[in-house]
């Protein structure tokens, strides 16, 4: 039985533990549902997510301790747990995505072919599209023209990505590409089977981020088809590595079709 007058330090903190660490986590959710309905600029939002980060930290470390001073405490102690999982899920979630952030170059347009990129005809390649290409401190780099710059970069950090060549013919890989496509609930823009291309727009669950794709498909010599692709944010400079992994996931699709 608590003393009358005496602190009742296990209920402060796991009032603060909740505040902090499912609030932050609520905060990051509404900042960026908000932003995704166009109801103020990511940029804000982002800052409500820098801001929630910090206090779900806070919040699961008082989740933790407040575990420790409520455990003959069934009730209090449940909400430092759950508090605690939230909290913390919501840090490891978002501090994966810093991480990855780090680890990839502060570029949005991505593809399978560097020499012969596929062209939009339908969807608008985005005005600045290649203004803010990083050197990356390299002197080299920097000396180079904006699109050899952005191709220099791309072969570093992307050299996975090339054209994949398909045992169909061009319209049999077409219609496969285009079923992954719907598959995968992006929105077509645009087909042309006679060119062998269709352009689609990807939107991202939270912030309703929209990225344009190209499918190019043409016959390979001796049989079958060579597939490219190319996958562009309309908004940012940096694509946190989105692109590449949407292309990478897209003809591991394709390619599980046998």
Do not use: C
């Not at 010599?221 to 949407?246: E, H, Q, T, W």
């Amino acid at each position: 039985m608590r003393e009358k007058g005496k602190r009742d330090w296990g209920r402060l903190l796991t009032r603060a533990a909740m505040v902090l660490g499912i609030g932050g986590a609520a905060a990051a959710l509404v900042a960026s549902l908000s932003a995704g309905q166009g109801l103020w600029h990511f940029h804000p939002a982002f800052t409500v997510l820098r801001y929630a980060f910090f206090a779900a930290g806070a919040g699961a470390v008082l989740g933790l301790i407040g575990l420790f001073l409520t455990r003959r405490r069934p009730r209090l102690m449940l909400a430092n747990l759950v508090t605690l999982v939230i909290a913390l899920g919501f840090v490891l979630y978002l501090g994966n995505l810093v991480r990855i952030a780090r680890s990839v170059p502060a570029i949005h347009d991505v593809s399978t072919n560097l020499d012969d990129l596929p062209q939009f005809t339908r969807l608008p390649v985005r005005a600045d599209n290649l203004e803010k290409v990083p050197d990356e401190g390299k002197p080299e780099l920097k000396a180079l023209p904006a699109l050899e710059r952005w191709k220099a970069v791309h072969r570093q950090h992307y050299g996975d990505l090339r054209t994949v060549r398909l045992a169909v013919p061009p319209q049999e890989a077409l219609r496969r590409a285009w079923d992954v496509a719907r598959r995968r609930g992006w929105q077509i823009a645009y087909v042309e089977a006679a060119d062998g291309v269709f352009e689609a727009t990807d939107t991202s669950r939270f912030f309703r981020f929209k990225d344009d794709v190209v499918v190019r498909v043409r016959p390979a010599p001796g049989g079958g088809s060579l597939l490219d692709m190319r996958s562009i944010s309309r908004v940012g400079g940096s694509d946190v590595g989105m692109n590449a992994k949407r292309i990478r996931e897209f003809l591991a699709d394709l390619q599980r079709q046998g």
